[in-house]
């Protein structure tokens, strides 16, 4: 980089909350690209320039809300799915991860991995209607030990209800020989023989440029002993939000055999808002880019990511052109105790059930936006439910 580009980065790198660190391979990567992909890339591990037109906040997701004390590594924020956070730091850092509040405090103690499975294996036998778990982090992939992952993964899927066992990584783009070991390898092999339990590695694949040769190599190994991949990656400003950017990493979905999953626009992040999109230039870039993909090319659906559930963006009403009201789905609503007495009276809420919301064109980013603007309750830059009760607006399908 020159001496202003430096410069210019390390601003807005303090302007962050979201410590540095990306790793050799990574860093490499970048500059084997060319433009515009040199710098996409960049933007991922380094703020970009650029406004930010509104105050974001640290917990974007809500995650404190479900977790607790004594098991905070424990989250069950849907009815079937319990994740399970190994430890809250990275094999390297985007600088967009919603997870910016646990991965700033990476300095604090964790508990024993041990400690962690058997609350794990406990809640699951209380709960015997979660079939599925999820481990995250930070990253599951970071440090832990070959032994350390195998060791958990295969007691989760020892539990009788427990189907199958997510591993969410941006481990493939960051640091592919991770999963190349043939230690871990030959684990998942054998878990693949046995009936009704799999392994599912969720990619954080965001860019085109990330599928480098070891990546592909990596990627194809897990297949080949039975793993799936997919592909999960966020629409970002300054990353992959062009529509020319997102054909080709679509495409490499495809080519690599990576099963698309969702995209899921830019989270609220507190101290690097510029990288957001509003949801209808978020939509009409995937919208275009779907328009040159073939139909097993264009199968993630786009959603946005809230305390109160996932809600895929179907479209705009009357026309993405002129949107005036915002077409979403119920993709998944967290559990009914946490979600506001008042939005449970006022709109749907069950899995794939329709919100026609008021929208106004180029000033809702995120989705506290479009809700506060409806007069629903919502969530503030503090992270607090705000929920004014004044608005009558009712719902009619």
């Not at 079937?80 to 103690?109: G, M, P, S, W």
């Not at 878990?191 to 694949?205: A, C, D, L």
């Not at 440029?209 to 990627?219: D, H, S």
Request: proline fraction near 6%; glycine fraction near 6%.
């Amino acid at each position: 980089m020159s001496e202003a580009e430096k410069e210019e980065r390390r601003t807005l790198l303090e302007q962050s909350y979201m410590p540095f660190k990306v790793t050799l391979y990574y860093a490499q990567l970048i500059a084997e690209q060319t433009e515009p992909y040199r710098t996409q890339m960049i933007n991922i591990v380094l703020p970009p320039p650029g406004s930010k037109p509104f105050k974001g906040r640290f917990d974007p997701y809500g995650n404190r809300s479900y977790r607790q004390d004594d098991t905070s590594f424990l989250q069950h924020k849907y009815k079937k799915t319990l994740l399970l956070h190994i430890d809250d730091y990275c094999i390297a850092n985007c600088q967009f991860c919603y997870k910016v509040n646990e991965i700033r405090h990476e300095e604090q103690e964790h508990k024993k991995i041990n400690d962690k499975l058997n609350a794990a294996l406990e809640y699951l036998e209380k709960n015997p209607y979660v079939d599925n778990i999820l481990l995250t982090g930070g990253d599951p992939a970071s440090f832990r030990k070959t032994a350390e992952l195998t060791e958990l993964i295969g007691s989760l899927l020892a539990a009788p209800n427990v189907r199958l066992v997510r591993f969410a990584t941006k481990g493939l783009a960051y640091y592919p020989e991770r999963f190349l070991d043939e230690e871990l390898l030959e684990f998942f092999r054998q878990i693949s023989r046995v009936e009704g339990k799999q392994v599912s590695v969720i990619s954080q694949f965001n860019h085109p440029g990330e599928f480098g040769p070891l990546a592909i190599k990596a990627t194809r190994a897990l297949q080949e002993v039975g793993v799936q991949v997919r592909g999960q990656p966020a629409i970002i400003r300054g990353v992959n939000e062009s529509v020319k950017t997102l054909i080709d990493l679509q495409r490499k979905f495809l080519d690599n055999q990576i099963i698309s999953y969702y995209m899921t626009v830019f989270m609220p992040v507190r101290g690097v808002e510029q990288y957001a999109l509003t949801l209808d230039e978020a939509f009409q870039n995937v919208a275009e880019s779907k328009r040159n993909l073939g139909g097993l090319e264009k199968k993630g659906v786009l959603l946005t990511s809230h305390d109160f559930g996932k809600f895929e963006i179907c479209g705009f009403y009357p026309s993405i052109k002129q949107p005036e009201k915002i077409v979403l789905k119920w993709h998944q609503a967290v559990a009914p105790q946490y979600l506001p007495e008042r939005l449970k009276q006022l709109v749907p809420t069950l899995p794939e059930e329709i919100l026609l919301l008021d929208y106004k064109q180029g000033e809702m980013y995120c989705l506290d936006h479009v809700l506060k603007y409806n007069g629903l309750p919502y969530v503030n830059e503090s992270g607090e439910a705000v929920d004014d009760g004044t608005n009558e607006y009712l719902l009619s399908l």
